[in-house]
């Protein structure tokens, strides 16, 4: 399946098309080759997904997109700057323009939540205590989690609730690109439903670009205007799911139109009647 990118797209100048673009990207092990020669263009405004097998280097891409890791070759592009030519300052411009949900939440476990959402703020702004102590509180509400959240600690939380802290702390810096790995992980079904929600009001309240890697079908249907599918070590497909469910490779005809496959897609054509 070819990416349904618009003839020219990548022509016009990348402020006006991407908020990420990446170009022949190799990463790799040792002698283990992770990525080889990997595109991927990530609109601005949209919800991409990012899927792929046990192996498939998704954390490894996230990683690289946001200078945890360098490549061994290829470009990419963030909100218009090449990390590999970035100065500093605009490292510190792009820091504070993304905000990263990691898998587990990543919260500091010896600070409150509400010092944990501060944290960014200490590091990049001016911000006098008494001023972040109450955007960070506007945060945690953001989220929707209680008042009484901000004075708790991460293991006084449910794993619901700590996603949703790791959140408002990714939020902190009033972002425009949100990376999210495996949001809805470990969470039941009604949980995860409603983390989709959030995900999806906050988007499109905030005006956000979120990349966002996931196993879970239900968030694919859901939630993304497109997904990317990384298989044989580059994307081999970049769709909206229903695109996807047509498409001819095996690992992506086994993932959408598998059993768990048709069974999210059945509950979304059910939800829709």
Not at 85 to 96: I, M, V
Not at 119 to 132: G, I, L, V
Request: with cysteine; proline share 5%; net charge negative.
């Amino acid at each position: 399946m070819s990416d349904p990118v618009p003839p020219g797209e990548f022509d016009r100048p990348l402020s006006d098309v991407a908020a990420i673009e990446v170009r022949g990207l190799r990463t790799a092990f040792g002698d283990h080759v992770v990525h080889d020669n990997l595109d991927l263009m990530v609109r601005r405004g949209e919800v991409m997904g990012v899927v792929g097998g046990s192996g498939s280097g998704k954390s490894v891409l996230l990683n690289s997109i946001i200078g945890l890791r360098t490549p061994q070759a290829g470009t990419i592009s963030v909100l218009g700057h090449e990390l590999q030519r970035a100065s500093r300052r605009s490292w510190s411009e792009l820091e504070r323009s993304w905000g990263v949900l990691f898998q587990h939440g990543a919260l500091f476990s010896n600070l409150t939540v509400r010092e944990n959402v501060t944290a960014p703020m200490f590091e990049h702004t001016k911000m006098t205590r008494a001023e972040a102590a109450e955007l960070a509180d506007l945060k945690i509400a953001m989220v929707g989690l209680r008042p009484d959240a901000g004075a708790l600690k991460p293991s006084e939380l449910s794993g619901g609730m700590r996603k949703r802290a790791g959140l408002a702390r990714a939020l902190a810096l009033d972002p425009e690109l949100l990376f999210l790995d495996e949001p809805t992980s470990g969470l039941d079904p009604i949980g995860a439903a409603g983390f989709d929600t959030l995900i999806r009001d906050l988007t499109d309240c905030l005006g956000l670009t979120v990349f966002m890697i996931t196993h879970d079908l239900d968030s694919l249907y859901e939630i993304t205007d497109r997904v990317a599918v990384l298989a044989d070590r580059k994307v081999v497909a970049t769709a909206p799911v229903g695109e996807l469910e047509h498409s001819d490779h095996p690992w992506i005809r086994e993932y959408f139109l598998g059993v768990r496959g048709r069974a999210a897609r059945k509950a979304r054509q059910t939800v829709e009647y």
